[in-house]
């Protein structure tokens, strides 16, 4: 018999079955494609209400944005090793610059940053999301979702 006689509904619900057995809720969403056409469902072993909860989990979580862009902010290259003779000065100013965001050139914490300094954190961390989102969208059908 050939696995794709077989209609992926019956392989989604005998896997929600299998997780249900062990107390695992599980959401599917598969996509098929019949006659030329893809279509994309959804089935749950927790009913609409597992959908719709698998549904939010993959929307940003509340303030997600926010802690990436303080993640951009705090985030800082430490420089090790020694100074070689001749060197201290030029290495002080590297020291010093390294001890700033990459963004905003501002050493502060956080919270003691200015509005638009913030607003600009928040719109690179979008933009570093939307691009990781977009590359994932784009991958090769053969690249598996998750790699055990």
Known sequence: MNPRDIPPNV????FLESAA???????????????????????????PEGIARAANVLKFGDGAIERAAIALHEF????????????EE??????????????CRESVPWDQLDEPDRHGHRE????????????????????PLVSV
């Open 90 to 103: 030029l290495a002080a100013v590297v020291r010093t610059e390294m001890q700033k965001c990459f963004i």
């Open 124 to 143: 690179l961390a979008k933009a570093a999301i939307a691009a990781a989102l977009m590359g994932a969208a784009t991958a090769p059908p053969t690249t």
């Open 11 to 14: 392989f989604v619900n005998s």
């Open 21 to 47: 057995k062990v107390a695992i809720e599980a959401t599917v969403i598969y996509t098929v494609e019949k006659n030329g056409k893809r279509k994309t469902s959804a089935v749950s072993n927790m009913g």
């Open 76 to 87: 800082r290259i430490k420089i090790e090793g020694e100074i070689t003779p001749g060197n």
